[in-house]
Protein backbone atom coordinates (compact mmCIF):
# COMPACT_ATOMS: atom_id res chain seq x y z
CA UNK A 1 0.00 0.00 0.00
CA UNK A 2 1.44 3.23 -0.75
CA UNK A 3 1.61 6.18 1.78
CA UNK A 4 0.72 9.78 1.27
CA UNK A 5 3.65 11.91 1.54
CA UNK A 6 1.73 14.98 3.57
CA UNK A 7 3.49 18.61 3.54
CA UNK A 8 5.46 19.53 6.60
CA UNK A 9 3.11 21.25 8.60
CA UNK A 10 3.57 25.29 9.17
CA UNK A 11 6.01 26.09 11.48
CA UNK A 12 4.60 27.18 15.09
CA UNK A 13 5.25 29.96 16.95
CA UNK A 14 6.67 32.89 14.49
CA UNK A 15 5.09 36.19 14.92
CA UNK A 16 5.58 39.13 12.31
CA UNK A 17 5.36 42.59 13.64
CA UNK A 18 5.73 42.63 17.55
CA UNK A 19 5.05 46.04 18.78
CA UNK A 20 6.91 45.95 22.30
CA UNK A 21 3.94 47.04 24.33
CA UNK A 22 1.58 45.24 23.07
CA UNK A 23 3.80 42.18 23.12
CA UNK A 24 4.18 43.14 26.67
CA UNK A 25 0.01 43.54 27.32
CA UNK A 26 -0.45 39.81 25.19
CA UNK A 27 1.97 38.34 28.34
CA UNK A 28 0.29 39.81 30.73
CA UNK A 29 -3.05 38.46 29.62
CA UNK A 30 -1.79 35.25 30.00
CA UNK A 31 -0.24 36.10 33.40
CA UNK A 32 -3.54 37.56 34.63
CA UNK A 33 -5.64 34.74 32.88
CA UNK A 34 -3.60 31.73 35.33
CA UNK A 35 -3.66 33.53 38.03
CA UNK A 36 -7.37 34.27 37.66
CA UNK A 37 -7.81 30.47 37.56
CA UNK A 38 -6.34 29.83 40.26
CA UNK A 39 -8.29 32.60 41.88
CA UNK A 40 -11.47 30.73 40.34
CA UNK A 41 -10.51 27.53 42.00
CA UNK A 42 -10.08 29.27 45.05
CA UNK A 43 -13.65 30.49 45.15
CA UNK A 44 -15.55 27.44 43.97
CA UNK A 45 -13.41 25.23 46.52
CA UNK A 46 -13.46 27.14 49.12
CA UNK A 47 -17.84 27.84 48.27
CA UNK A 48 -18.47 24.22 47.78
CA UNK A 49 -16.19 23.08 50.97
CA UNK A 50 -18.32 26.14 53.20
CA UNK A 51 -21.76 25.00 51.69
CA UNK A 52 -21.49 20.81 52.03
CA UNK A 53 -19.67 21.09 55.54
CA UNK A 54 -20.62 24.52 57.61
CA UNK A 55 -24.22 25.04 55.29
CA UNK A 56 -22.84 28.83 54.17
CA UNK A 57 -21.35 29.97 51.15
CA UNK A 58 -18.66 32.55 49.87
CA UNK A 59 -22.05 35.04 48.72
CA UNK A 60 -22.57 36.05 44.91
CA UNK A 61 -20.06 32.85 44.27
CA UNK A 62 -21.81 32.27 40.78
CA UNK A 63 -21.47 36.15 40.00
CA UNK A 64 -17.76 36.11 41.06
CA UNK A 65 -17.29 32.77 38.79
CA UNK A 66 -18.79 34.01 36.02
CA UNK A 67 -16.53 37.40 36.28
CA UNK A 68 -13.34 35.20 36.57
CA UNK A 69 -14.22 33.25 33.54
CA UNK A 70 -14.43 36.26 31.46
CA UNK A 71 -11.26 37.03 32.17
CA UNK A 72 -9.37 34.00 32.27
CA UNK A 73 -11.17 33.67 28.47
CA UNK A 74 -10.68 36.82 27.15
CA UNK A 75 -7.24 38.00 28.53
CA UNK A 76 -5.03 35.36 26.15
CA UNK A 77 -7.11 35.91 22.83
CA UNK A 78 -3.72 38.52 21.75
CA UNK A 79 -1.12 35.84 22.61
CA UNK A 80 -2.82 32.93 20.53
CA UNK A 81 -3.58 35.00 17.64
CA UNK A 82 -0.11 36.31 17.53
CA UNK A 83 1.36 32.73 17.69
CA UNK A 84 -1.52 31.73 14.87
CA UNK A 85 -2.46 29.36 17.66
CA UNK A 86 -6.38 29.29 16.77
CA UNK A 87 -7.66 26.32 15.51
CA UNK A 88 -7.06 25.73 11.91
CA UNK A 89 -7.89 22.87 9.47
CA UNK A 90 -5.09 21.68 7.61
CA UNK A 91 -5.47 19.44 5.72
CA UNK A 92 -5.59 20.68 2.44
CA UNK A 93 -3.95 23.54 3.08
CA UNK A 94 -0.72 21.86 3.44
CA UNK A 95 -0.60 20.75 -0.17
CA UNK A 96 -0.82 23.94 -1.75
CA UNK A 97 1.87 26.25 -2.66
CA UNK A 98 3.41 29.13 -0.26
CA UNK A 99 1.86 31.80 -2.26
CA UNK A 100 -1.64 30.01 -1.94
CA UNK A 101 -1.29 29.76 1.52
CA UNK A 102 -0.19 33.06 2.29
CA UNK A 103 -3.29 33.90 0.62
CA UNK A 104 -5.29 31.98 2.40
CA UNK A 105 -4.02 33.68 5.45
CA UNK A 106 -5.49 37.04 4.19
CA UNK A 107 -8.39 35.57 3.81
CA UNK A 108 -8.60 34.14 7.20
CA UNK A 109 -6.98 37.33 8.70
CA UNK A 110 -10.18 39.32 7.06
CA UNK A 111 -12.84 37.32 7.80
CA UNK A 112 -11.14 37.14 11.07
CA UNK A 113 -11.23 41.05 11.20
CA UNK A 114 -15.00 41.13 9.58
CA UNK A 115 -16.26 39.37 13.05
CA UNK A 116 -13.80 40.81 15.45
CA UNK A 117 -14.97 44.63 14.44
CA UNK A 118 -18.37 44.02 15.09
CA UNK A 119 -17.41 42.02 18.53
CA UNK A 120 -15.26 44.58 19.59
CA UNK A 121 -17.58 47.20 18.99
CA UNK A 122 -20.43 45.87 20.34
CA UNK A 123 -18.47 45.01 23.99
CA UNK A 124 -17.10 48.81 23.96
CA UNK A 125 -20.77 49.62 23.49
CA UNK A 126 -21.23 47.42 26.73
CA UNK A 127 -18.58 48.49 28.56
CA UNK A 128 -19.53 51.92 28.56
CA UNK A 129 -23.59 51.26 29.16
CA UNK A 130 -22.24 49.72 32.38
CA UNK A 131 -20.28 52.52 33.29
CA UNK A 132 -22.22 55.30 31.98
CA UNK A 133 -25.47 53.22 33.72
CA UNK A 134 -23.75 52.34 36.85
CA UNK A 135 -24.56 48.73 36.60
CA UNK A 136 -24.48 46.21 39.06
CA UNK A 137 -25.17 42.30 39.51
CA UNK A 138 -27.86 41.84 41.87
CA UNK A 139 -26.71 39.94 45.41
CA UNK A 140 -25.32 40.46 48.45
CA UNK A 141 -22.47 42.46 47.26
CA UNK A 142 -24.23 44.52 44.18
CA UNK A 143 -21.27 43.91 42.23
CA UNK A 144 -20.63 46.33 39.82
CA UNK A 145 -20.57 45.35 35.97
CA UNK A 146 -17.77 47.33 34.56
CA UNK A 147 -14.56 44.69 35.53
CA UNK A 148 -16.17 41.83 33.52
CA UNK A 149 -16.83 43.79 30.79
CA UNK A 150 -13.92 45.81 30.68
CA UNK A 151 -11.64 42.28 30.60
CA UNK A 152 -14.08 41.19 27.74
CA UNK A 153 -13.57 44.23 26.34
CA UNK A 154 -9.56 44.06 26.66
CA UNK A 155 -9.22 41.25 25.25
CA UNK A 156 -11.58 41.81 21.69
CA UNK A 157 -9.89 45.27 21.43
CA UNK A 158 -5.98 43.21 21.68
CA UNK A 159 -6.95 40.59 19.51
CA UNK A 160 -8.20 43.40 16.52
CA UNK A 161 -5.14 45.03 16.85
CA UNK A 162 -2.97 41.83 16.65
CA UNK A 163 -5.38 40.64 13.52
CA UNK A 164 -4.46 44.18 11.98
CA UNK A 165 -0.86 43.40 12.43
CA UNK A 166 -1.51 39.61 11.32
CA UNK A 167 -3.06 40.94 7.77
CA UNK A 168 0.01 43.95 7.41
CA UNK A 169 2.19 41.01 7.69
CA UNK A 170 0.56 38.25 5.48
CA UNK A 171 0.24 41.24 2.68
CA UNK A 172 3.85 42.02 3.09
CA UNK A 173 5.04 38.40 3.43
CA UNK A 174 2.95 37.91 -0.09
CA UNK A 175 4.53 40.90 -1.88
CA UNK A 176 7.78 39.79 -0.78
CA UNK A 177 7.35 36.03 -1.68
CA UNK A 178 7.26 35.06 1.94
CA UNK A 179 10.83 36.41 3.59
CA UNK A 180 9.22 38.96 6.20
CA UNK A 181 8.40 36.22 8.52
CA UNK A 182 10.47 36.06 11.49
CA UNK A 183 11.11 34.05 14.48
CA UNK A 184 10.35 35.33 18.29
CA UNK A 185 11.86 34.37 21.34
Known sequence: MEQLDLPNERSQGHRGVDPAFLVWLENAGVVVSSITIVILAG??????????FFGSMIPDDLVISGELMVTLVA????????????IAVELFTNWVSDRARIKLDILAAVVGLAMIGPLTW??????WQAIDYGSYFDGEFFLPEWPGRSMFFLGFFMMLIRLFLILAEDI???IYNGKTEKGRK
Open 75 to 86: LPWAYITAERGH
Open 172 to 174: ARL
Open 43 to 52: VITTSVVGRT
Open 122 to 127: ATGIAL
